[in-house]
């Protein structure tokens, strides 16, 4: 039982230190992102980093004269990025050889019982608070304007598990580990299942395939960097002025490369004369996009002079694919 409390307090020790080695708190907030870039840090720490179809595994921590980190391509991004965080955990504390499978997605990092070795206790600690420190947590708060109160909402869960690049699930116990929700509302919130959440955001749009991720996208992601997955769909929901004359130009989404699949209008005050509407509008990835958007509300005589616009960034490019990490591959082509 002390082991692996001390376990616990090594591995959650060493991302802390690691967030602050690699100045990682300031790139977040420097580069308005809201998620750790995990494979970033492994790249830094030194070690090539290979994707690869594995069958029984989910990664692999490889140090020999060249330090390996393979991850397998056979899993969703949250997957993905918690297995690299894993690997970067034995990395970092210079651990032995590790070949891991789906047991790390199984063992709750902060439990005190158990029969994992030490090193397998530090890692699984170590990614839990490297992927959802306290003060991104904070930040994310901040910058959404979301309550703990909200928090219990399943759907406010959702789009914050997005937001930090962690499952659902992972993000509800983290959410309760850093005293945001409780334990009852934990237990309430992982009874529900993400498709239920993801056609509450849809209505009546379905999409091809539910494993894709649904984002709701407000005012309040303004010059955020949305990082998610090639063929997931955007919920952007903004108030309008219509009554004055102003609507939302969506085209610029079309010339981005994006799909809309839904176009809808909600009066959220059918009584007023000429007051504003909510629009909402669906889009969809249809490849590996990367690039920024800026969307306009304006009238349509007087196009150049917008009420509002809403800077979006996105780099929809996971889950990886077979091979080097990209950044890395470019890196070593260049160099060539």
Known sequence: MVDNRAAILTGAKAAHTLHRDLG???????????????????????????????????GAYLPSEELGVLITTRRQLPVQRFTGAHELGHLYMRHEPSLDDDNILRRSPFSTTGTADRQEREADAFASMFLAPAWLVALMLQRQGWSARQLADPAY???????LGTSYRATCYALE??????????ERLIDVEPKQ??????????????????WLLTERDEGSLIEGGRNDLFVVKLRENSGAGYLWNFDQLRDAGFALVDDDREDTAPDAIGGALTRKVTARSEDRLQGEVTLR??????????????LLRYDLRGPESPGMWEPE???????A
């Open 24 to 58: 990682i708190r300031e790139q977040i907030e420097r580069g308005n992102a809201s998620r750790i870039d995990v494979f970033s840090a492994i790249s830094k720490l030194g070690a090539t980093l290979m994707f690869q179809p594995l069958d029984k595994l989910l």
């Open 157 to 163: 869960m959702y789009q914050a598990s997005l937001r």
């Open 177 to 186: 580990r850093h005293k945001v929700i409780s334990r009852a509302q934990r």
């Open 197 to 214: 959440i993801k056609q509450e955001f849809l209505g009546d749009y379905k999409p091809p395939d539910w494993h894709v991720d649904v």
């Open 297 to 310: 509300e304006s009238r349509p005589w007087a196009a150049d002079v917008p009420l509002h616009q809403l």
């Open 329 to 335: 591959l470019r890196r070593v082509l260049q160099a």
